[in-house]
Nanobody
Framework: VQLQASGGGLVQAGGSLRLSCAAS???????????LRWYRQAPGKQREWVAT???????HYADSVKGRFTLSRDNAKNTVYLQMNSLKPEDTAVYYC?????WGQGTQVTVSS
């Protein structure tokens, strides 16, 4: 299984970005039957959990992003989206998607003040 994360970039504080994580390869239960998580890692900090979307579509968010980030999934496209609004400089990090036991390669998000 390969995960391709994309959508990162440079944005001003208050702006928005939408990250995508596309899966390819063979998965037990299929893509739609699995939970996918996003993590992020800022320079000099440990990787931290950001959000989760389950196979049923239930979502869970870290307190630091709750109300600003929204997860959705398109199982027909084997893709999960992370809509990030009202971005803050402290959201600057490399964002990684995680599915079962596979990590995506990460996509850089930089929020300028």
């Amino acid at each position: 299984v390969q995960l391709q994360a994309s959508g990162g970039g440079l944005v001003q504080a208050g702006g928005s970005l939408r990250l995508s994580c596309a899966a390819s390869g063979s998965l037990g239960s299929g893509f739609g039957g699995n939970t996918l998580r996003w993590y992020r890692q800022a320079p000099g900090k440990q990787r931290e959990w950001v959000a989760t979307i389950t196979s049923s579509g239930s979502t869970h968010y870290a307190d630091s992003v709750k109300g600003r980030f929204t997860l959705s999934r398109d199982n027909a496209k084997n893709t999960v989206y992370l809509q990030m609004n009202s971005l803050k400089p402290e959201d600057t990090a490399v964002y990684y998607c995680y599915l079962v036991s596979w990590w995506g390669q990460g996509t850089q998000v930089t929020v300028s003040s």
